[in-house]
């Protein structure tokens, strides 16, 4: 056993999931969703990123007259909530691909939102409101 051989940790990490996409009534179709993949280092730097930029804009939305009474405590209050969150979030969905399993047209979902089972989508050719299901786990 080499440790040489073995690839180096990578912060982030993005990998294909697979998935279906389902109407009622109709049979499920195939899709894949592109997943980023966060260590903890990487949530971590980024949700003090978001606290900065939140406690950032509240010293700056300090010098705005009337805006101030609401911005300030605002974004106080939603920095930590956001990194909070970022800090928590493990594994990103970033697009979805797959055909519609109504009318068969293959369909692009940008999604950027963290992991859910269940995620609305709406198809472009058909209209219909489809339901990207992923399982409980990445890797399942
Ligand atoms: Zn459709």
Redesign the pocket.
């Known amino acids: 056993m080499s440790l040489a051989a073995e690839p180096a940790p990578t912060p982030t990490d993005e990998f294909a999931q697979s998935a279906q996409l389902a ?1 009622p009534d109709l049979a499920p179709a195939p899709a894949s969703v592109r997943v980023l993949r966060r260590d903890a280092g990487a949530r971590t730097t980024r949700a003090l990123r978001t606290l900065g930029a939140c406690w950032g804009l509240a010293v700056a939305a300090v010098f705005l007259p009337l805006l101030h009474f609401v911005l300030v405590p605002g974004l106080l209050v939603l920095g930590p909530v956001l990194a909070w969150s970022r800090l928590h979030e493990a594994h990103s969905l970033l697009r979805a691909e797959g ?7 293959p ?1 692009r979902f940008k999604l950027g939102q963290r992991w859910r089972e269940r995620t609305l989508v709406r ?6 409101s ?1 339901e990207l299901q992923l399982p409980a786990e990445p890797g399942a």
């Open positions: 109407y055909p519609c399993p109504a009318c068969a047209v369909q198809c472009e050719a058909c209209g219909r489809l």
